[in-house]
């Protein structure tokens, strides 16, 4: 059975000429877009050299999630490539590459809670249970609509340093964050001051939010997300995509006991059908075993 990018590949031998195939691609990032998620769109494009030359390059100036989403959707120029969390709605507009580039760790939501309320999280049995308690979510995140779609009862505000003062003060109960946030935001809280606040030890939410790469359905757009993908497919089958994920993501699963955790799984509604769930080689398991840290010499 082909890929998705076998197809794109074909289609586009049949519509392009050689001498457009042939041209180097250009692909421009967002300027403060993760150095690992560029690092592997730059193993990907290595990857596939023999299919032609690229250039890879950063905005001059930051931008705003809005402006990308329009200015890739237009293919402006601007900018050619951004990371997102999958959801349907700009997946209208964008043209996804559905491998997840954390392995789907994204959705894996671990909690910062008051230190008085440890036993209260401890006693919980049930998602139903967990529901009953308010979680601190960003007023323009994608998680906060997943969770409230979940029946999650969400308190809102722009930014996670007014969340964690929030939180402190009791405004509501837990604030949801993936494991190498939570890690980020435990330090910032204690930089604040706010040395009440602790990562909850034993629970995580769950629900399939994969962080993909997002490109233009316009002009080299196609071609682009063919090449990345059969890069990426490539990386995922000679071990170097695991080895990277497990050098960026690895402390922080680590570090959080994320395998050792009760998990509570979810719906997110807001996931495409398109979404390779079936796909074992794509995601995160709580089952694999932590990979081993190389001994130094």
Known sequence: MSHPWQRLLAIASLTASLSVQAADLTVIYNKNEPKNFIALLQDALEHTKADGAYTLKATDTALPTARMIDEIADNTGVISIMTRGSNMEEEKKLLPIRIPLDKGLLGYRIM??????????????????????????????????????????????????????????????????????????????????????????????????????????????????????????????????????????????????????????????????????DDKSLWFSMDTPAAKTPSKP
Not at 160 to 189: K, P
Not at 201 to 226: C, E, H, N, W
């Open 112 to 277: 910062l809670v008051r230190k008085q309320d440890l036993p209260k999280f401890a006693a919980i049995q049930s998602v139903d249970e967990l529901k009953k308690l308010s979680v601190g979510q960003g007023s323009r995140w994608p998680d906060t609509k997943i969770l409230e779609g979940a029946g999650f009862k969400v308190t809102k505000a722009y930014y996670a340093a007014g969340l964690l003062r929030m939180l402190n003060e009791e405004r509501f109960d837990m604030f949801a964050r993936a494991s190498w946030e939570a890690t980020g935001n435990f330090e910032d809280a204690q930089k604040q001051g706010l040395d009440d606040l602790v990562i909850e030890p034993s629970l995580t939410v769950f629900y399939p939010y994969p962080r993909i790469f997002m490109v233009s359905r316009k002009g080299d757009g196609p071609v682009l997300a063919a090449r990345i993908e059969k890069g990426l497919r490539m990386m995922i089958k000679d071990g170097s995509f695991d080895k990277a994920f497990n050098e960026f993501f690895g402390p922080a699963i680590e570090s959080t006991k994320l395998r050792e955790r009760k998990v509570f799984r979810v719906e997110n509604k807001l996931l495409s059908p398109e979404t390779p769930l």
